[in-house]
Structures are given as structure tokens and as C-alpha cells.
């Protein structure tokens, strides 16, 4: 099968998605978008016997450098920044170098950063090697690192040159990763395209065996939805609040359970089918289509209950520090129906307690 | 008198800057422009005993926190950055608080550039107290911290939502201080305003004993010509590098005799004449228009030749370790004619020597 490209239309600053299996084989691919001579491909150690060499391949000729991060969200700091820093002023790269991202969400998070500081923004690409990380870091253009006291506190928005999502990449991925990626794919169909989301209902087995056909249709119509989203919303003043569907809930999940002991995308699958059904409570969503959510997310073989140790006290507390919070106010993202989100912090006051009850979390 | 305001226009992030004595004093001038609640000041134990009161009195009833930053280029570095960062999530800082930079050229640069990250950017307020800040800093939106191995290695474009110029701050500015801001106000007149560098050389006097009208104008009309620059080229690709007149000799000085041992204007004030020189060399401007620069320079009380300690091979080293050198040739901004200046590596081969002969530099 061919390759499908995506055009993020950003003015000055559009780029293209290139999606399907092979392409960090393909000399065609990652070459035309380095302008420089001199390249930085920031990665980690999980990451880089797998692909490093194949991407090192595909640069030949180029002056190659080459950062190498721990794998894990807890070095996703400054100290890890200054690491790449320190090899960038190193190896004397100069304003026109790039910085290319071989990994991850945290790779990608923390190489983008680095790519928008050094010497005020040299050219950046994106190479995701997680499902996740395809449909989410790689539009958007948030590029961040965590302080002691905060996730992503610090960070820029900066967007890449071109991103080249591999589906080949995914054949490694452990199959829990895999599912959180697919939590976000499904948020992309409740927030804004019923369509996609009844597509899902039929073909998310396809995606757990990892079809890549599915997996570049999924990757592509996720980004697509993503993209638009974005373009009418760059710095995150309105609209784009609605890509937090379930992140208020599944930060507070992440949060209570400790960070690193559910992936990002199983805490925001529960975080969903608990916003569809405080939906509900507000007298929107249907109670059929509550189940096609809750079905969606169980056929993906994605939780759909908190761990029975968290308390709910703990949850409103961290849902309370979230960053979405105005004001002391919690405003969710709920469902108007499937393919229909929106913003509000005007749904009846016993509704979190009766949707915590009903996920059978309690004080 | 009364205060001038200066619209600095680059569509939505368009800010005014305001410019006089007596600014810091009235109340309708800083409060309009902070949205939210939170006030983060970022300033350093020099210029705190003097302008910080008068800062808060007139932020009275907003929640005000302060950053104390030690004095001096040595601290603009990340770990000064991160203490910035620490104290705007210890005091709980959302994305609707105000970074207020109270100080010089390195209070601006780093708060700035935390601002730029922090949340991935919030609204930053400078009010620059030095002349040099006040004319180069005010416009641009160039941030950045130090990197041990280089200069603003670390940064991001990111614009203010205000400029407040008082220029009663500057009775409190020692003299050599003055005189290295003086030395960028040249410069704007000799690279786009003829008109203005005619005013400067029958009123340069009048800005060495700080009389309030003659700084007014010679910051509006500075920062002005600096506006028009940057509105043409923000991300600094073209035009803007004639700002960088006498900056590449200039950056070799500093470096040369030790940075702090020269204020970076006055480094800038020989750099300028030796740039003038080679124009001159280069069969561009006359030797009666070089005299008029000297001259000027001279009326200034700036330095008219580097230090006699330092070597010509060691200044040529540092020349071609500029940021501006692109693919190992040092491209120079040069004078056609007083008030008109271009970027240029087409001079004659022996022209950088027989300048830096002429300023009695030698090997």
C-alpha cells in the first residue's frame, strides 16, 4: 500500500504528515526536508536499537549527531533539556541544524522543546514511534517539560518541519501501548466525527493486530481531526480545550494512582466513559450511546473502571489542581451526542459525585 | 511634558510602548495592561531598592509575587531561569499571570524568555531602567539566557504586551551605562536615518546630562527605526541584520578583553567606527562621513579604539566565531552612506587587516 501525506495548514508554518508502513526505509522520505548540513536526532535507549540505524541510513552524507535520552516520562526535565543543549553547543551546530525526534510522546515533547529554544528555533522533525504519539504529538505543535510540581509546565508551542509516522514502527510496541494509543483514536470520533467513531465500532480489532492499512486510515483521519482543530485554535485559547475529552478525569486517575503506573491514554479511556456518562447526567447523551462508548472502549481491550485503591476525595482533589481549572471551577468537556463535544462547567452539582459512585469510586 | 507612545504593529501581537519621565508614578499606565491577577516581577537587588515600591503601589490589590535575580550577565544562565520557574508554581502561578520584567538588558532577556515558557507562555511586561534596554530591548522580542559555551544560545522570540520607557529611571544610571546605551541610538541613525543621526550631532549633549525631552525622543526615534526593522523581518532572515552594524568587531572586543570588562555598547561604539572604516576601504563612504561618525562617537565620550592589550589574530578568531558567520566567511554589515547600511561578505581581502591596523590592533 501507498503512503498517505496530510497537510497541516498553519500559514508560514504548514508541514506534512507522511503515513504508512516503510517509509523510514524510503531515501525520499526524510531527506528533503533537512535543509542544513547538520542533524540531531535526539532518541532513547528502548528506541534506538530498533530504528536508529535505518534513520542514520537515510541521513548518509549529512553531519550526523546523535543524543541518546534514559527512556521515561521522569526525565522529561530541564536537566535532561541542558543535556541536549550541551550537545548542540558541543558539536557546534549552527541555526540551520535540524533536530529530529526518533521516539515517543517524551522524546518528542522534550527534542521539540529543545528544537524552539536553540538559539531562539532551528528546524525540527518528528519521527513517532508510538501510536500515541502519531495521533497526538504530532499536531499540535505543544513541545514541553515537566517541572518537579507540574506536568508540562514549561515548553513552547513550536511546530515541526514534517513528521513521518511509520507504521512499521508500531510492530514493536508492547500491546499495552498500543491500546492507549487506540484511547485517543477514539476520542478523535466522540469529540468531532461520528462518522470515524461508528468506522472504529467496526475495524478496532483490525488496529489491535496491527493492520497497517487500518493503522495509516486511523493514524490519518486522528490527525486530520486533530489538524482542523488546531488551525482554528493554535495557542489553545477555545476550541482545541475540547481535545481534553476524559483528561480532567484521567489526569486525576494518573495523578491518585502514581505517575507511570497506568499509561496516559488507559487513564483517559476511563476518563471518557466517565465524561459520556456525566454527560448523560446532564441530559445529553443518550444512554444507548453511553453503551457504544463504553463497548468501544471495552472491545479495545482498554479499562474501563478506575483501580478499585483510588478514593474519590483524592480524585476531586487532583481534578481540582488540573490546569484546565478557571477560576476554582472544574469545566469538563462533555458529549452533546457521539461526534459532538463541548465545554462547560454547567452540569448539575452532584453529577462528579454520582459519576465517581458510578465507576464505584468512593470517599 | 507629556509621554509618547510608540506602536510597535505585528498583527496580534502588536504592543505599545510608552516612553517619558514620570511613567512608573501614575497609576493609569502599568494596570491596563495586566489581565489577569497575578503578578510575577522579575527583578535584581541593584534596581529593586530603587523602582520596586513605586512598581507595587501601583499594582495595588493584584497578588504580586518577586523574583530576586543577583546583578549582573554571570546569572543569566537556566539555573537563574529555573529559580523563576520555581517561584511561579510555588506561588501557584496560572496562565493568565503577568511576568513584569524591572530592570536592564539581562532582567529583560531572562524574564522574558521565562514568560515565553512558562505554560508554554504568558503575558510579559517590560519596563526596561537602562538606555541600552530601553532602545534595543523594548523591540524585537528577542529573549534568551547564556550558555557557558555562548552567548543568547538559549531563547525564543516571544513579543510583550507593553513597553513602559521611563526615562526618570535612567537619573539613576552611571555614566558609563548612559553612554554604552548612546552607542545604539548612534547606530540607528547611521544604518536607516540620516535626519535623526543630524539631530543626534547637534544633540548628543543634551542626552549625557539626561534632559528628559532629548532622551524622549531619541528612544521613540530609536525604537521606531528598531519597529520598522522587525516588522519587516521578525524571525531575523534578512533586514534585520543590518541591527548587528559594529556588533561583529564589537562581539570580538567583548570577548577579547573579557565580557564585563567592556560594557557591550562601548564595544559597540568602536565596532561601529571600524565597521565605518572598512566602508570607507570598500569605496563606499566618504572620508569627510567616517570623520562625521568619529566624531560623534567621539562627542559621545565613547571609547574611539579597543584596548591597546588586545591582538589582531586573537580578534579575528573571535570575529569568526560569530553566530553571524555563515559557512566560515565573516559577512559584514557596512555603511553605502550615513544612514544606509547593507550586509556584505564582497570587500576587499585585506580590508579587515588594514582596519584593525588603522585602530592600531596588531598581531
Not at 536508529?52 to 549527531?65: N, R, Y
Not at 490519518?220 to 485559547?237: F, G, I, L, P, T
Not at 480532567?248 to 465524561?275: D, K, P
Request: aromatic share 6%; hydrophobic share 40%; with cysteine.
Amino acid at each position: 500500500m501507498t503512503a498517505l501525506t496530510l497537510h497541516v495548514e498553519l500559514g508560514a508554518r504548514s508541514y506534512p504528515i507522511h503515513i504508512g508502513p516503510g517509509l523510514l526505509q524510503r531515501k525520499d522520505m526524510l531527506r528533503p526536508h533537512i535543509a542544513g548540513r547538520q542533524v540531531m536526532i535526539v532518541t532513547n535507549e528502548t528506541v534506538a536499537p530498533l530504528y536508529l540505524e535505518t534513520v542514520k541510513e537515510a541521513l548518509i552524507g549529512l553531519d550526523i549527531h546523535v543524543t541518546m535520552l534514559p527512556d521515561g516520562e521522569r526525565y522529561k526535565n530541564m536537566a535532561t533539556l541542558e543535556t541536549i543543549f550541551d550537545n548542540l553547543m558541543a558539536a557546534s551546530c549552527d541555526r540551520e541544524t535540524t533536530v529530529l525526534a526518533l521516539g515517543g510522546g517524551v522524546v518528542g515533547d522534550i527534542a521539540g522543546f529543545a528544537a524552539a529554544c536553540y538559539q531562539r528555533g532551528v528546524p525540527y522533525i518528528q519521527i513517532p514511534t508510538t501510536l500515541l504519539a502519531q495521533v497526538d504529538s504530532s499536531v499540535g505543535g505543544k513541545t514541553a517539560v515537566n517541572h518537579p510540581r507540574g506536568k508540562n509546565m514549561i515548553g513552547a508551542f513550536y511546530q515541526p518541519r514534517a513528521v513521518i509516522a511509520d507504521t512499521d514502527t508500531l510492530s514493536t510496541l508492547a500491546d499495552r501501548e498500543l491500546r492507549a494509543g487506540i484511547a485517543e483514536v477514539i476520542k478523535y470520533g466522540l469529540i468531532r466525527d461520528p462518522e470515524f467513531l461508528a468506522w472504529l465500532e467496526r475495524h478496532v480489532t483490525r488496529l489491535l493486530v496491527r493492520d497497517h492499512e487500518a493503522l495509516t486510515f486511523a493514524i490519518n483521519r486522528s490527525c486530520q481531526a486533530k489538524a482542523e482543530v488546531v488551525a482554528a485554535d493554535e495557542h489553545e485559547r477555545g476550541e482545541r480545550a475540547l481535545l481534553n475529552l476524559g483528561h480532567t478525569f484521567g489526569h486525576a486517575i494518573e495523578a491518585a494512582v502514581g505517575y507511570g503506573n497506568w499509561l496516559h491514554g488507559e487513564a483517559v479511556a476511563v476518563g471518557m466513559l466517565m465524561a459520556a456518562f456525566l454527560s448523560q447526567l446532564a441530559g445529553h447523551l443518550t444512554k444507548s450511546d453511553y453503551q457504544r462508548v463504553f463497548d468501544l472502549v471495552k472491545q479495545s481491550e482498554l479499562p474501563t473502571h478506575p483501580p478499585p485503591e483510588i478514593r474519590g476525595d483524592q480524585l476531586k482533589q487532583y481534578m481540582q489542581a488540573d490546569k484546565k481549572v478557571v477560576a476554582g471551577k472544574i469545566r469538563l468537556v462533555l458529549l452533546e451526542s457521539i461526534g459532538q463535544a463541548y465545554v462547560t462547567d454547567d452540569y448539575p452539582p452532584t453529577a462528579v459525585d454520582e459519576t465517581l459512585r458510578h465507576f464505584k469510586v468512593f470517599d
